[in-house]
């Protein structure tokens, strides 16, 4: 059983950075695609950022070169790292994972992925 537990959340003010870690057991982060998400208040889930086989990065456009997506296979920990924080960042992150190599468009499809942690909440002040 796939478990995803994310942290690191909390309330910053604007240009603040955050990491966030999501502890994974069950299966190894170094394998298939891992991916954070995150999901606004009435909006849809949006892909933020991805990684496949610990090597290949995906980022959304609106946080290239602010987030950065890592893993620490000997920690079995997926981590993204935001810089610049703004309010528009503002929303429930989600840490999820398949075993695909997802490779295009398809690593920003929630559908894809096959589990998901939590979520932990991110407030960014303006």
């Known amino acids: 059983q796939v478990q995803l537990v994310e942290s690191g959340g909390g309330l910053v003010q604007a240009g603040d950075s955050l990491r966030l870690s999501c502890t994974v057991s069950g299966r190894r982060v170094s394998t298939g695609t891992m991916g954070w998400f995150r999901q606004a208040p009435g909006k849809e889930r949006e892909f933020v950022a991805s990684?496949?086989?610990?090597?290949?990065?995906t980022y959304e456009d609106s946080v290239k070169g602010r987030f950065t997506i890592t893993t620490d296979n000997a920690k079995n920990t997926v981590y993204l790292q935001m810089n610049s924080l703004n309010a528009e960042d503002t929303a429930v992150y989600y840490c999820?994972?398949?075993?695909?190599?997802?490779?295009?468009?398809?690593?920003?499809?929630?559908?894809?992925?096959?589990?998901w942690g939590q979520g932990t909440q991110v407030t960014v002040s303006s």
């Open positions: 999820t994972s398949t075993y695909s190599g997802l490779v295009g468009t398809l690593v920003r499809r929630p559908d894809m992925y096959a589990d």
């Open positions: 990684i496949k086989r610990s090597t290949y990065t």
